[in-house]
């Protein structure tokens, strides 16, 4: 330990400063804060600022290190005050993620809060129900008095020096990891990203938004029931697996199988089936996002903006986790449909392209999955490498094959093993056999790789990021997990350090959405600042996967186009149909609306 008891990896710092805020977070608006409390560890100067007292900041200097629990919160405070963002952010949330991440119940943890990492480090906090009553008061808002504002500033004091004593004990559970300070100071580096992007918010059609929303309990339960009519598997509100299974054999459509020969009805199944059968759209709605959605709980500001938290760090590779019911990206597709650039304004989706068959061929150095990635179709490129299509076959001289070998590739990204891809290919085993040995023969480095990958984690008992974010392997980890999260965990890390460069270079990220970007930028200006975009996501690429390039697509939205994707299908236009039936019919005028919590689904 250094001086004033601090670890030495801290030692760099001339300041180590414990912050912590408290601000009122009305759904879909900016922070507005209300105090904040300040604690420099080597010289135990203390700072309490209220209200207009926060019309300066604190002495922050840019060498000095700041200490947060889930910074980005401190961070859209700064941004609200207009104070300069901190240099140097080491976030203890993030560190106590990359300490816990995979074995939360070998541990015995519940969710990954302050309090759960002071209770598992056993250091003393507020008692649960004071915190409870005073988080509950500013949440309230003001005016607040005398007396509110000492058992605030109080209450906000003693999250500083709960964190005041969990640094170290982290530090000593992590510093013995190679650079690790630098990692930790780069995940809080994208804490000040997150902060941005989520001031910045996503621009939506409110006016539209609140006429759905006035009237969604009737649209979705009219919705629910003509999708239900229309398809001859629902007996009244009743899924019927066995006319499911003959209404696919219709339609030709393979459908992936349980061990026993049961249809795998997950909603992730559903989600990647329509994704390849637009038809199955409407049906995907119904079984697994119709019934539980409820577009009132979308975070959207006064200023047409949808914000909510981002949760960075939640997932355990590392992604992003927002509520589904807050973040507009993260429910059904169609409702995206919302997304609409102001006048004058304009919006560009850009996303990597493939990124997982790219980062799986650079972390492999597999140089023939390279050359096909870098073919611009990784999928023609493994059949033609494969003796499955002749050279020169493109996407449209060969589209069952290509469609086929999609299937496969990206298939065994996840896991699956033979049973698995026939049945999504509606092929024998003997055939998806085939298309692995297939697979193993082309690309024999990769495989390599993966045995070593999965035969490194079972001896270390852990899998490393090339920024030191860790999944903890333990006897709960399932083996499938090992083959993908590499490629998921580093297009994270790739997202993560793409978002700080866009968003220290002065872009507008609205949003990160998996492995794609939302910017926004006047409409004359906005070829010039995809353009910046995709420098700094290619520079990113190449930095995560050391000089190998993920390429990048892009989509822009003008005023006053709406933000437009085609695995929509008709989903949008049944919405908006019945919204005119229902604002139109003669009875609705002056009638009340069903609150659309209280309707019961059918």
Known sequence: MSQAGLPAALDRFPKVWCVDFEFMARAGERPEPVCCVALELRCGQEIRLWGEEMASPPPFGPDDLYVAYYASAEM?????????????????????????????????????SLLA?????????????????????????????????????????????????LLPRLV?????????????????????????MEYTGVPVDKPLFERMATHWGQIKSTLIDEIRQEYPFYEGTTFKQAKFAAWLGEKGIAWPRTESGHLLLTEDTFKKQALTYPILGPVREVQNNLAKLRITDMAIGADGRNRTLLSPFRARTGRNQPAASRFIFAPSVWLRRLIKPEPGRALAYIDFTSQEIGIAAALSGDQIMMQAY????????????????????TKH????????????????????????????????????????????????????????VGTHAMLLSYLDTCFGWRLHITEFTKPTALLNHPMQSHGAEMLRLACCFLTETGLNVCAPVHDAVLIEAAEEEIEERVRQAQVQM?????????????RTDVDIIRHPDRYDDPRVGDMWDRVMGLLEQIETAPESCGQKTTNPSQVGDK
């Open 172 to 196: 000593d559970q992590l510093g013995g990891r190679p650079l690790w300070l630098d990692h930790a100071l780069l995940r809080g580096r994208y804490m000040r990203a997150v902060a941005r």
């Open 117 to 165: 990492a002071l209770a598992f480090f056993r250091l003393s906090h507020l008692d649960p129900d004071v915190k409870s009553h005073w988080r509950e008061r500013v949440i309230a808002g003001p005016p607040y008095d005398d007396q509110d504002r000492v058992g605030i500033l109080d209450y906000c004091a003693s999250d500083v020096f709960a964190l005041q004593g």
């Open 76 to 112: 859209g405070c700064h941004l609200a005050l207009g104070w300069s963002l901190p240099a140097h952010v080491l976030d203890l949330f993030t560190e106590f993620r990359t300490f816990s991440n995979g074995r939360d119940d070998q541990l015995g943890l519940k969710g990954a």
């Open 538 to 550: 290619a520079r990113a690429s190449r930095i995560v996967l050391e000089g190998f390039e993920i």
């Open 374 to 393: 870098q073919s611009g179709d990784p999928y023609m490129g493994f059949a033609i490498r494969a003796g499955l299509a002749q050279a020169g076959a």
């Open 397 to 452: 001289t060969h589209k069952k094959i290509r469609d086929y070998c999609k299937f496969v590739v990206l298939g065994i990204l996840f896991g699956m093993q033979s049973k698995s891809i026939a049945a999504g290919l509606g092929t024998s085993v003997l055939e998806a056999e085939r298309l692995l040995r297939a697979h193993r023969k082309t690309y024999t480095v990769f495989w390599g790789w993966v045995e070593r």
